[in-house]
């Protein structure tokens, strides 16, 4: 399996550690240079950037400030991640939407909820991905496309 061994985890772990203090860029582009330790923890997302299409057709896009939604993502240790709605009324969140990142060939990977996830940005402090979930309605097809801007909010 693709187990990260704990010599190499508390390794990563020092290193995130260092950069939080530098808060200098991880690394920029190509989704696979980046390793499952470097996003271990809780993101806010305070920033999207969507479009939803019909039948591959744009039927609404734009960009706007999401921050007061407090909608998070954590990720875990072993590689799996939560999309974590907030509940303004319950004042708690909720899981809606869940994947599990892993390394093939050194790169990147994600099963789950989320198609074409993939990660734009990292900094110790900020992280852009993007993703995006299709469904067929009838003889539909619906995608949701975003690029979503994060600020960490936990490190674990």
Not at 49 to 57: E, S
Not at 73 to 79: A, K, L, M, R, T
Not at 113 to 119: C, K, Q, R, T, V
Not at 142 to 148: G, T, V, Y
Request: glycine share 8%.
């Amino acid at each position: 399996g693709s187990e990260i061994h704990e010599e190499e985890f508390i390794d990563t772990m020092e290193r995130v550690e260092q950069e939080e203090i530098d808060d200098t860029e991880i690394n920029q582009g190509g989704s696979n240079t980046f390793q499952i330790a470097d996003l271990v923890g809780t993101w806010e997302i305070v920033h999207s950037n969507y479009t939803y299409k019909v039948n591959g057709v744009v039927v609404e896009s734009g960009s706007e400030d999401v921050s007061e939604e407090h909608n998070r993502i954590v990720f875990y240790p072993n590689g799996n991640f939560e999309f974590h709605e907030y509940s303004d009324t319950e004042g708690t969140w909720h899981e809606d939407g869940k994947g599990t990142l892993y390394m093939r060939n050194g790169k990147l990977e994600c099963i789950g909820d989320f198609e074409d996830f993939a990660i734009v940005s990292l900094t110790s402090k900020k992280l852009v991905v993007k993703y995006k979930f299709v469904e067929e309605k009838g003889s539909e097809i619906h995608e949701e496309e975003f690029i979503d801007t994060m600020e960490r909010v936990e490190q674990f």
